[in-house]
């Protein structure tokens, strides 16, 4: 598979995750290399090991919804309203075992005030959700 395009849709990942120029990036639990997977990248995109509140895109992967609730808790009230989250869990298809669907994603990050707008294959194995922060909570 090409590590420059997720899916089968031909479009690079970083496009599909909404990365852009200039964003600020941070993974919770990426698989090794993960962030090889991303390129090409736009310019100037910067990933940060430390969640803070600059951060413009924050990535978690889980297979455990404890681990879900609280990553997406400290991404709640650590995150800027504005800024962009993605979940992902390993497709049922994948093999791998988990404890996380698309609706797991949904009943933890609904109650937090997130909603989501849009799914996408990330690899072969994994799934994700991309979540924002509803308008009338921003």
């Known amino acids: 598979m090409n590590t420059l395009v997720a899916g089968y849709s031909g479009t690079p990942l970083a496009q ?3 990365i852009k120029p200039g ?3 941070y993974l919770a639990g990426a698989p090794v290399r993960h962030a090889d997977t991303l390129a090409p990248l736009p310019p100037v995109v910067r990933f940060v090991r430390r969640l803070t509140a600059s951060v413009d895109i924050a990535h978690a992967f889980t297979t455990e919804r404890a681990a879900l609730e609280q990553t997406l808790s400290t991404f709640r ?3 800027k309203p504005t800024a962009v989250v ?3 869990w390993p497709k049922r298809a994948s093999g791998v075992t ?3 669907t698309e609706n797991t994603v ?3 990050a609904l109650p937090l005030g997130f909603v989501d707008v849009k799914v996408c294959a990330v690899n072969a194995v994994l799934s994700g959700l991309k979540l924002v922060v509803r308008k009338e909570l921003r």
Do not use: D
């Open 16 to 18: 599909k995750l909404g």
């Open 23 to 25: 964003s600020v990036v």
């Open 98 to 100: 988990t404890e996380v």
């Open 106 to 108: 949904r009943e933890v």
């Open 77 to 79: 009230a650590t995150l």
């Open 86 to 88: 993605w979940v992902s």
